[in-house]
């Protein structure tokens, strides 16, 4: 299985809590609606610890510097440095200083360059722990209180309303029409419902998404208003999950490894080398000249210059790439970048818009219908509550084609606000001094108040069979990754100025409208090119399947099978690799799954890249031999990213990839290849030279 840092299983942590009812939970934990007082709370803090994720140490200006000095090739120019002070200086007879200064200069060069870069790398842990260093309002003694989000404990009630940042995992006891956006944790861009009690089925909680009735740490609310439980805190979080994994550090690259590989195989011709030079000369020569020529030979095949023409090299990539919108925050990463075969991105703006727009517009028989539009329009319009993303996209739509003018024509006279129990919202309107009640909503719901259908202006009696050929069209729509919503109306003939959800029964379906994330136009292209530059395109998300088939498709990926996070979490890393040489879409994915996927990628012999923008991507970033982001992703994405883009578009990578191409040779290759003795041999040959001098 898994390595344990990566192995979270979400059902085990929140399952309990999650599918035990309001009161029997409340009952279960001791716990009442006064919320503990301060002498429960400071027993919890002290047997619980704060709630604060797992903290790395700061490093300091002089960690990044001893960190580019001590690198392999430093250490054996500093080695071959102080036994040149022994032969040079300690043991001549007239010191000679040139050649230690030569290596100094080297070492000291090779060090700045690469000290000035590392030291502007990212602080991953710190960017982390930012996000619970603000306040928040608890229950406490009766009270209401606002306190450091360090200071939240087991058994806190976090009061909830929009724009509050959730500092602990909840589990909510109260709940107004609350919504969430967790798309820092999933990558979802809709945002979630809320509600006290549990929606879904034990058997269907595979991921943090389908715990309706809990808060994670780290999301925040949208709208609406709540109270909750703290369940857990800190590194006991889902958000302090993905923390550990990426305070644990990124591994050793490809390139770094093979630089090491390099600096040992020098090491073990040098301890070879000097003994058996050493042995043939001192019965010629005295122990000082043969341990001296020994040295020598040393010297000789060491490449001097190897440090800084890598240091060099890789700044000057680095400045070429900047031309082409990539940012290097790591001088290593170039490498890697140019050396990538496999690229990992999310869905979600890399591949999408990262908006939701209207599509489809389609009557009861799924034909485009404009009078479907225009209905839809006059309830997001005139709707007076939270605009959601859907309302937004309804408008845009409307404006782009020109029907936006229409709602001049009618009079609204009252509304019936959304709510998630009815899952539908309705607008009262006037026109030529008839009354028609306007309502949206979730397909099944829409289903369930309605009697007839409307068809090319012909009312009929909405039957069974119809009602089949409806749902027929709605599931193929889900299938091709549209979100829903029906429309309908009714007419009020009674004069009626006050409306409730009582209101909502006896109309008349109309049709249906569809949304979605849609593709950007630059995407297929620019995989199309990735493809040809030798580097295989995988898409891990963590939105639904039929959404991620449906933009794939689009892409140019190929989505005959798509495999979901769910089956993952019951596969061996020898199986998870044989199934990932077959397939390149993954979705409803968790950040530990994503970072998983990578990892048993790279044990494969890969050299991967990822890249992403949100929470949920860091820990995948930081286990890739090289991360991507973009400059409008969250600090810590950036923090932990190798590379940044200054646009989020597959093009700019391209064009990053291909300046890496042409620019600098790819040392992985060589070692792949068996060329090592390339780095070594002109000196290996000058040794050869002064051995048969010597000899003769």
């Not at 001590?70 to 040149?84: D, H, Q, V, Y």
């Not at 290759?669 to 090592?676: D, H, M």
Request: glycine share 6%.
């Amino acid at each position: 299985m898994s390595d344990s840092k990566e192995n979270v299983d979400v059902l085990k942590m929140y399952g309990e809590d999650s599918t035990t009812q309001r009161d029997e939970f409340l009952k279960k934990h001791n716990l009442n609606e006064k919320g503990l007082t301060s002498k429960q709370a400071e027993i919890n803090i002290k047997k619980f610890g704060l709630n604060e994720t797992k903290k790395a140490k700061p490093k300091k200006w002089y960690n990044y510097l001893l960190q580019s000095l001590l690198t392999p090739f430093n250490c054996i120019l500093i080695g071959i440095s102080i036994i040149l002070i022994y032969t040079d200086i300690y043991l001549a007879i007239e010191p000679s200083y040139a050649n230690i200064i030569v290596i100094a200069i080297l070492v000291t060069a090779s060090t700045l360059l690469d000290f000035f870069e590392s030291y502007r790398s990212n602080k991953a842990a710190e960017k982390l722990r930012e996000i619970v260093e603000t306040t928040t309002t608890v229950i406490r003694d009766n009270k209401e209180v606002n306190i450091p989000v360090k200071n939240v404990t087991l058994g806190d009630i976090v009061l909830l309303s929009a724009g509050s940042i959730i500092p602990a995992d909840l589990r909510i006891i109260e709940s107004k029409d609350l919504y969430v956006g967790q798309a820092s944790l999933t990558g979802e861009s809709d945002n979630i419902k809320k509600t006290v009690e549990l929606e879904n089925k034990q058997e269907e909680l595979d991921s943090i998404s389908d715990f309706d009735n809990i808060c994670f740490m780290g999301t925040n609310v949208v709208s609406g208003s709540a109270k909750g439980v703290v369940i857990k805190v800190g590194d006991s979080t889902y958000f302090g999950k993905i923390a550990n994994t990426v305070t644990s550090g990124k591994e050793k690259t490809a390139f770094q490894k093979g630089i090491e590989s390099i600096s040992k195989l020098l090491i073990r011709i040098m301890i070879f080398m000097i003994p058996i030079v050493f042995l043939i000369n001192v019965e010629k020569h005295d122990i000082i000249l043969a341990f001296t020529f020994a040295v020598a030979i040393a010297i000789c095949i060491t490449p001097l210059l190897l440090p800084v023409i890598l240091s060099s090299s890789l700044s000057k990539g680095a400045v070429r790439m900047s031309k082409k919108k990539t940012i290097v925050k790591k001088l290593d990463s170039i490498q890697n970048f140019g050396a990538m075969n496999i690229f990992c991105t999310d869905k979600t703006g890399t591949l999408t818009e990262d908006k939701i727009v209207l599509e489809k517009y389609l009557n009861v028989n799924g034909e485009e219908d404009f009078n479907i539009l225009k209905y839809a329009f006059l309830n997001a319009y005139l709707q007076t509550g939270l605009k959601s993303n859907i309302d937004e996209a309804v408008v845009a739509k409307a404006k782009t084609i020109g029907i936006e003018n229409s709602v001049e024509e009618y009079k609204k006279i009252d509304e019936i606000p959304f709510d998630f129990s009815r899952r539908c919202l309705s607008v009262a309107v006037e026109i030529d001094n008839k009354d028609e009640l306007i309502t949206k909503g979730a397909v099944e719901e829409i289903l369930n108040i309605c009697t007839t259908f409307e068809y090319k202006g012909q009312t009929e009696k909405l039957t069974n069979k119809k009602i089949e050929n409806m749902r027929k069209i709605c599931k193929d729509l889900n299938e091709e990754g549209f979100r829903v919503v029906a429309i309908c109306k009714k007419i009020i003939t009674n004069n009626k100025k006050d409306f409730n959800s009582t209101d909502e029964k006896e109309m008349t379906l109309l049709g249906f409208i569809g949304f979605l994330d849609p593709p950007k136009e630059s995407a297929k292209e620019a995989i199309e090119g990735l493809n040809n530059a030798g580097i295989r395109v995988m898409v891990l998300t963590g939105d639904n399947v039929e959404v991620t088939r449906c933009v794939c498709n689009k892409a140019g990926i190929n989505s005959k099978e798509i495999i979901t996070g769910n089956k993952i979490d019951t596969l061996s890393d020898v199986a998870l690799s044989r199934l990932l040489k077959r397939n390149n879409i993954f979705a409803k994915l968790s950040p530990i799954q994503k970072a998983r996927i990578v990892r048993v990628l790279k044990q494969n012999g890969n050299v991967v890249g990822y890249m992403g923008d949100g929470i949920n991507d860091s820990p995948a970033l930081t286990n890739s031999d090289v991360g991507i982001s973009v400059d409008t992703a969250v600090d810590i994405a950036k923090e932990t990213a190798d590379i940044i883009l200054l646009e989020k578009d597959l093009n700019v990578l391209l064009d990053g990839v291909m300046e890496r191409k042409k620019n600098i040779c790819k040392f992985n290759e060589i070692y792949k290849n068996g060329n090592k003795l390339q780095l070594w041999g002109s000196s290996f040959s000058n040794y050869c030279k002064h051995c048969t001098t010597i000899f003769t």
